[in-house]
């Protein structure tokens, strides 16, 4: 049988991904401290709800309960001895779920496993080393593969040595992979890495990922921009991902909660095609309802021209103002990059970026 994410990326013009995992979950009953991937096990319907509402809300795409699924992140839950059994039920959850609905609407639906970062520090920083790290994701991404995962899911990343920790761990099962990293307010991961970097380091893997992008970080418009950064540095045919956070969090009664309305994500989604994206997603405080405005978005709209500062800053609030400051120093021709972006446009030294 041909892989269901290979084919759907051949056959889609884009791809709608799914919400927030954990954010959901604790609208759910979910407690601060515990493990979300114990659910597959303790509460495996409220699992199945979950994903049934991604898919209810037109996802093509759906994440397996299983980011913070390696040894290292479930140590902190003394279930680092369960590494197996906890990915496996997260993949075996999400394909029911995913083969039920494509046996009652036809529509095709791929499964992703979900792999977050070790939570650890790599050499010279830190005392991991990028084997140890690739062993801790190929056990993870063994387990993903035998549950029936379409898709391996790499995300949330910060640095160069996890990425390709753990590219060398999803290598290992054969499967298509994907990855994406997490850009903070001064338009770089919490590792120093910037979008351009990032889209210039993923063609140094080995091997390369189906797609790649960025996910979580601060709100809409930044993950926009940073969306924008990303395909200005991209090659020509590279798919690009986006997965942004549901507006800005904020506490009220004891919970977080996120102030992005179904419309602002609908004006994201609109915002992330024009920019370059193809896989278009929702992450931290993305609910159903989120969702199903996105897919109706998504589905009336025909891209056009890159957006541009004051379009994103209009439509969807303002950036915060270190990243603002950063969009020469962001332009691939200030990096001394390629000089050809993915819309094939080439750019002298001092030219400034359209985006």
């Known amino acids: 049988m041909s892989n269901r994410f290979e084919t759907l990326l051949a056959t889609r013009p884009f791809l709608m991904l799914d919400g927030a995992t954990g954010t959901n979950l604790f609208q759910m009953g979910l407690m601060t401290g515990d493990a979300p991937e114990m659910w597959n096990f303790e509460h495996p319907e409220k699992i199945e709800q979950l994903h049934q509402s991604f898919v209810d809300a037109g996802s093509d795409i759906f994440l397996t309960n299983s980011f913070g699924g390696t040894r290292y992140r479930l140590k902190l839950h003394d279930a680092q001895d369960r590494v197996y059994e906890i990915n496996r039920e997260a993949a075996r959850i ?5 083969d039920k609905a494509e046996k009652a609407t036809g529509r095709m639906i791929a499964v992703a496993g979900s792999m977050g970062p070790t939570g650890e520090l790599y050499e010279p920083l830190g005392p991991l080393t990028i084997s140890d790290g690739a062993d801790a994701f190929a056990e993870q991404a063994r387990a993903l593969a035998d ?19 753990a590219v060398k761990g999803a290598a290992v099962t054969g499967l298509p992979f994907v990855t994406t990293c997490s850009f903070d307010t001064n338009g770089r991961t919490m590792m120093g890495l910037t979008p351009a970097e990032f889209a210039r380091f993923v063609h140094e893997l080995d091997p390369k990922p189906a797609a790649y992008g960025a996910n979580c970080g601060v709100g809409a418009p930044d993950l926009v921009l940073t969306i924008a950064q990303l395909s200005q540095a991209a090659a ?4 690009i991902i986006a997965k942004g956070n549901c507006g800005i969090p904020y506490y009220d009664e004891g919970k977080i909660r996120y102030n992005g309305t179904p419309d602002l ?3 994201y989604a609109r915002l992330v095609r024009d920019a370059g994206a193809r896989l278009v997603g929702g992450c931290c405080g993305t609910s159903p309802e989120h969702l199903a405005a996105i897919r109706k978005s998504l589905d ?7 957006p541009s500062v004051e379009t994103i800053v209009k439509l969807l ?3 915060t103002s270190a990243l603002a400051a950063n969009l020469n120093a962001e332009s691939p021709a200030a990096q001394g990059g390629a000089g050809e972006g993915r819309r094939g446009r080439r750019r002298s030294a001092g030219s400034q970026p359209s985006f």
């Not at 898709?151 to 390709?164: G, N, P, Q």
């Not at 009336?300 to 890159?306: E, I, K, L, V, Y």
Request: a negative charge; charged letters at 20%; zero cysteines.
């Open 236 to 239: 020509p045919g590279d798919i």
């Open 147 to 165: 549950g029936g995962v379409d898709v391996l899911w790499i995300e949330t990343m910060s640095s160069r040595e996890e990425v390709a920790a």
């Open 265 to 267: 994500m609908a004006d």
């Open 300 to 306: 009336a709209h025909q891209p056009g021209t890159a």
């Open 94 to 98: 999400a394909r029911r779920v995913a």
């Open 317 to 319: 609030g303002p950036l």
